[in-house]
């Protein structure tokens, strides 16, 4: 059996932007929900050797968004408050 794609985008989504804190995540996704942007927050485990590239962080929490709505988060996240818009690494789109 086949999967069913929702529209033309399924699978096509970019990453916006990456943290090792939860509250920061959080934050993030309310924003993108206050403002409907559409997207996905996932949460990966950093292998025990990659730590230190991650400041001894074991987790990894990533937002993706379509394409299309890239300008409008990233405008969005520029209205953060510093601190948190500290500890987001953002993409390059």
């Known amino acids: 059996m086949q999967a069913k794609k929702l529209g033309n985008f399924t699978g096509n989504d970019i ?27 996932n949460c990966r485990k950093i292998p025990f050797f990659r730590r230190d590239k991650y400041a001894g962080a074991s987790k990894v929490y990533v937002i993706s ?14 209205t953060m408050d510093l601190p948190h818009r500290k500890r987001l690494v953002l993409s390059n789109y």
């Open 15 to 41: 990453e916006l932007c990456r943290t090792t804190n939860v509250s920061v995540s959080n934050r993030t996704a309310e924003l993108l929900l206050e403002e409907q942007i559409p997207f996905t927050k």
């Open 65 to 78: 968004i379509n394409p299309h709505r890239y300008g409008q988060a990233r405008r969005l996240l520029d």
